[in-house]
């Protein structure tokens, strides 16, 4: 029998009310149930808020050093279970060992570096333009956070919004992606083991249509971090803008590397292959485009197609594999849609463009590592977002043009750039639309006490990663003392005429 998980609302194990549940499937063996979840609704999450809201009357009050000392321990618990938990996290998203065990590490990161921010969280002292007079600014908590989160990163990305809004002293209501529940739950099981109170850290098991849009439409949720995909993040955008609720958005991306003739090429592919292939093209940061210079396209792309061509598809749990499945069905029909589309429109297919059989790959949602050469601007593989282990090459004349057709899209996440150049590379740094460059590594890497997000449509503006974190699950407070025991008037006691 496989394991009936439930929610966790005010430190209780509950049901959903309406007894409803689902069930989490592997996605390299789709006959083997990873658990079974709640299916939740309005009404669960109605009472997840207000265990939230009663939980932060005292959470708000417990000194951020020391919210920040559970969310250590936290940090402890996953070092402990590190491998166990990629095992899981494999089990239930596909992703291989390799990049589940860096998944986890980077929840440990997260975690680690969130709670040194617990003794900072610095505001400013300025001196007052009027005597006998103190100013400064401070952080303080904001409310109920609630957070929804994708399947892609399933301990990375709860991690990089549950950690910081703990030691900023907001209580919880969480949403996992239905695809990878399993994590999430035990992401909850190490924060209550680490001493997060009941009611600090609700979560609440079901689709993004129910649950999702409860969260976004409860009016005592103040704060929404949501990672997703851009269509939701507009929907979320419009509800919330009701009540002007504060909404972190991390959408989508069509990143692209740039590949120039100076470039290290063996590096260069090394970069794209792990970019593009790695996590089965399923990151927001994935490497979907590929712009290479003319004059070493036709080289650069035998090269690819025949590294490419050797990549070992397979169930991640096996250490040799380098390429896992797709996470569901539903996706694997989406990527191949993409297939069939570029080819229509007259972009070359060099490699892949089928779902991989065979052997162990028959009970899995596998795709082969698909390679389009000679793709236009205006063609949709150049500009949707795929999610899945397609890749899109291009020809530029020269840096300028490399960069043009790399800010040719709606989005704005990560973006790299080969070369050897150090006038084409700062150019790159200037004139590149995104919220993050590489100089001669792939659009994956992203580090947790560094800022992570992007511009255009892939969000709007807020960061997660490091202290701009902080800036979203705070509130700055301005506070003026003023000790002269008299009426003092900013402005205009200080100038008179
Ligand atoms: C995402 O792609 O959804 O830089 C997050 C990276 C990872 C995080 C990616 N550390 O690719």
């Known amino acids: 029998m496989p394991k009936a998980f439930r929610n966790l609302i005010g430190g209780q194990e509950k049901d959903a009310v309406s007894g409803r ?23 669960d999450v109605d009472a997840a808020v207000d265990a939230a809201k009663q939980a932060y009357k005292e959470w708000h ?45 980077e929840g440990i990161d997260t975690a680690y570096y969130s709670a040194s921010e617990g003794r900072r969280m610095f505001g ?39 950690f910081p809004a703990l030691v900023s002293g907001d209580t919880i209501v969480f949403k996992p992606a239905s695809d990878t529940p399993a994590t999430a739950a035990t992401l909850v ?25 409860a969260i976004v439409q409860n009016d005592d949720i103040e704060l929404v971090s949501f990672t997703g995909s ?64 003319e004059k070493v396209y036709d080289k650069f792309l035998d090269m690819l197609a025949e590294r490419t061509s050797r990549l070992k598809l397979g169930n991640g749990l096996d250490e040799s594999i380098e390429v896992g499945p797709l996470v569901n069905e539903a996706q694997r029909e989406k990527v ?51 999610f899945g282990p397609v890749l899109s090459v291009m020809k530029a004349k020269s840096i300028d043009h490399a960069i043009e057709l790399l800010n040719g899209t709606i989005y704005g996440l990560s973006s790299a750039v080969y070369t050897k150049n150090l006038n084409h590379a700062f150019k790159a740094m200037r004139d590149i639309k995104a919220g993050i460059t590489y100089i001669n590594a792939p659009t994956i890497g992203a580090e947790t006490h560094m800022p992570f ?45």
Request: proline share 4%; hydrophobic share 40%.
């Open 124 to 162: 400013v002292t300025a001196p007052s333009e009027l005597p006998d007079k103190f100013t400064m600014s401070m952080r303080v908590p904001v409310g109920v956070a609630g957070v929804i989160s994708p399947w892609n990163f399933p301990m990375a990305i709860p991690t990089w919004k549950i």
């Open 61 to 105: 009050l417990f000194p951020a050093p020391k919210r920040g000392d559970i969310v250590k321990k936290a940090g402890d618990i996953l070092v402990a279970r590190k491998g166990e938990l990629a095992k899981q996290m494999t089990r239930e998203m596909g992703k291989v060992l390799l990049e589940t065990r860096g998944d986890v590490q």
């Open 336 to 386: 191949h849609s993409y297939t069939e589309i570029g080819k229509r429109e007259g972009a070359r297919l060099v490699l892949g463009g089928e779902s991989a059989r065979g052997g162990n790959l028959d009970g899995g949602w596998f795709y082969k590592p698909t390679i389009f050469a000679d793709v236009a601007p205006e063609m949709t593989i150049a500009r949707e977002e795929i």
């Open 189 to 213: 099981e190490i924060l209550v083991e680490a001493g997060v109170p009941a009611g600090v850290v609700n979560i609440v098991h079901g689709t993004g249509s129910e649950v999702g849009m």
């Open 21 to 43: 549940t689902f069930e989490n499937r592997n996605p390299a063996d789709w006959n083997e149930i990873v658990g079974i979840f709640p299916k939740s609704e309005k009404r």
């Open 453 to 497: 997000g992007g511009v255009k449509q892939t969000g709007n503006g807020h960061r997660e990663g490091g202290a701009s974190a902080f800036e979203f699950f705070t509130e700055i407070k301005t506070v003026y003392v003023d000790y002269s025991d008299r009426l003092q008037r900013a402005q205009i006691d200080t100038y008179k005429n």
């Open 230 to 293: 851009t269509a939701v993040g507009k929907k979320i955008s419009e509800i919330a803008a009701g009540t002007l609720k504060r909404v972190s958005l991390e959408l989508g991306g069509k990143n692209a590397e740039i590949v120039m003739d100076d470039a290290n090429l063996e590096l260069a592919l090394d970069g794209v292959l792990w970019g593009a292939f790695g996590t089965t093209g399923q990151r927001c940061t994935a490497t979907s485009r590929l712009i290479v210079h």
